[in-house]
């Protein structure tokens, strides 16, 4: 039978927690994972203010970068969505008229996906305001030369951990927030 924690074992948990939580590298992961949850949720995010998600936002960027229309596989690709997140998003997305699922030529049983004119219009206009809000938010905090060193940092850290085979196929995927994606 399992023995209950003592006194002992919890002071001791806490003891190594607090040992740890002293270290460069756990004070890193949690200031990077405050900073993205504080970026992606912050209420007057333009996206937010709209009461679109971050995958939703994550699967217009990607049609919009697209000049051609793309099939759910391809979103999945370029985004952080999972193929079975995918329907969900993009059932919202046409609900509120901003993209359309075509049949493909090519292959019956499939579909693509495309910004209707609606789509085209508000990916414009949100993303204008993502750009200014972005400036804004980092010119509060950051002077240009300070933006640029810490996108080389992140970015050698992002290499690195891509380096060692933790890439969107082995760890889990992110929630931004939200339901899981």
């Known amino acids: 039978m399992p023995r209950s924690p003592g006194k002992s074992d919890r002071h001791s948990l806490a003891a190594m927690l607090l040992k740890n939580e002293k270290r460069p590298s756990v004070e890193v992961t949690k200031t990077l994972i405050r900073a993205a949850f504080v970026i992606t949720n912050g209420a007057n995010r333009p996206y937010n203010k ?23 596989s391809e979103i999945a690709e370029t985004t952080l969505i999972t193929k079975g997140g995918i329907t969900g998003v993009l059932d919202r997305l046409a609900a509120r008229g901003f993209v359309e699922r075509l049949p493909s030529r090519e292959d019956r049983r499939s579909i693509r996906i495309q910004l209707t004119d609606a789509g085209v219009e508000f990916c414009r206009e949100l993303f204008t305001k993502l750009v200014d809000d972005d ?17 080389k940092l992140l970015t050698l850290v992002v290499r690195s951990m891509e380096h060692n085979g933790e890439t969107r196929t082995n760890v889990s995927e992110p929630t931004h927030g939200h339901e899981r994606i």
């Open 50 to 72: 709209l009461g679109m998600s971050l995958s939703e936002v994550d699967v217009l960027a990607a049609l919009a970068r697209s000049e051609a229309s793309l099939n759910c």
């Open 135 to 151: 400036e804004e938010m980092f010119a509060k905090a950051l002077n240009p030369a300070q933006i640029k060193q810490l996108i």
